[in-house]
Every structure is written in structure tokens, then in C-alpha cells.
């Protein structure tokens, strides 16, 4: 068994690589440029919403009161003539960017941590390059990935979009499993 203590090196150096390399998916490759393409007739979709005022937060289009609506003839209608949506609405102005980043990294030490905990507890000090690197990289791609799946199946969240944030959650795990395998106390 290894302590957590034992590892806040590479669960630091691990989520601080990570962080670099999301960053470098994100901002300098195109491989996510698409994923969230323009609504036909934006400005005209703008100025329709604008005047609700509608608070952020996330919505269901139409949404019924209560199950019993759920199945009258007027909710099928609407159902049927659309739209249908899923809306987030967010804060009107800039992203807050930095603020964003920092929660990511957070984020990363989280999965870190739990990866840590679980491997700790599996192994002890000189447990082999490889059996780290599976143990860390499969729960850290669980933190990553697999909870994304949801989405789509129960949202319809496009699955190409799915599918490379996937990928980007294998890779991810890769990296953090590479870091640990590499920092495993001997």
C-alpha cells in the first residue's frame, strides 16, 4: 500500500501535464474547431430570445408540468410540431477564461487524487512501470470519459462530439498513467 502523501508529486506533475496538453488539443489543433456549429439565423434567434430574459440555467423545450401532462394529445403536439430543444444558457458576457482554467486544473488533481487513493490501496512501493500505468490510466479514462457517454445517450449530444472528447480522455489517462508509472515509489 501507498499513501496519497506519497504521491502528490505525481498527481501534481501529472494533472499540471495534462492541463498543457488539453490546452494544446483545444486552442492549437482543430480537432474540436467544429464541434458546435452556428444556429441557422442566429441574429434572428438572438433577438426572438432576448426579450425573456431568460435566467442561466438549463431548459427542456417543451417541458411537461407533471408525468400526467407528459402523455395528453397537447404535449404530443408539441412534440411533434418542435422545436425540441436542450438549451443551456449561460451569463451574458466574455467567458470567464481564467477562471475556467483554474477549475480545470482542480478538476485534474481531483481525478488525480482518486487515481492515487485506488492505486495505492491496490499496490505497493515497487509495483512495475506497466501495472501502474493500466491501474492509473483506466481509473483516471472512468474520471475522464465514461460519464461524457450520458450525454448522448440521454441528451443527444452529438456522438462524433462524444467520441473525440473520448479520445482526448484516453489520451489524458495515458499521460497521468505515464506520470505515475514513472513516479511510483520504488
Not at 28 to 43: G, L, Q
Not at 66 to 71: D, F, S, Y
Request: hydrophobic share 50%; glycine share 8%.
Amino acid at each position: 500500500m501507498v499513501s496519497l502523501t506519497a504521491l502528490w508529486i505525481p498527481i501534481l506533475l501529472s494533472a499540471v501535464l495534462v492541463f498543457v496538453v488539453s490546452s494544446i488539443i483545444h486552442m492549437a489543433s482543430p480537432w474540436h474547431k467544429n464541434d458546435y456549429p452556428r444556429i441557422p439565423n442566429e441574429d434572428a434567434v438572438r433577438a426572438a430570445l432576448r426579450p425573456l430574459g431568460i435566467p442561466p440555467g438549463s431548459y427542456m423545450v417543451p417541458r411537461p408540468a407533471n408525468p400526467k401532462e407528459m402523455g395528453s394529445p397537447e404535449f404530443a403536439e408539441k412534440m411533434k410540431t418542435g422545436p425540441v430543444l436542450m438549451l443551456q444558457v449561460m451569463p451574458n458576457g466574455m467567458t470567464p477564461l481564467a477562471k475556467n482554467l483554474i477549475n480545470w486544473l482542480i478538476y485534474l488533481v481531483v481525478i488525480g487524487v482518486f487515481s492515487a487513493y485506488l492505486t495505492g490501496r491496490a499496490f505497493g512501493p515497487g509495483t512495475n512501470y506497466l501495472t501502474v500505468f493500466r491501474f492509473v490510466g483506466t481509473t483516471a479514462f472512468m474520471g475522464f470519459a465514461l460519464a461524457l457517454w450520458q450525454m448522448t445517450i440521454w441528451y443527444r449530444r452529438s456522438w462524433v462530439i462524444t467520441m473525440k472528447s473520448t479520445i482526448d480522455g484516453l489520451i489524458y489517462a495515458c499521460l497521468m498513467g505515464g506520470v505515475f508509472g514513472w513516479l511510483w515509489p520504488r
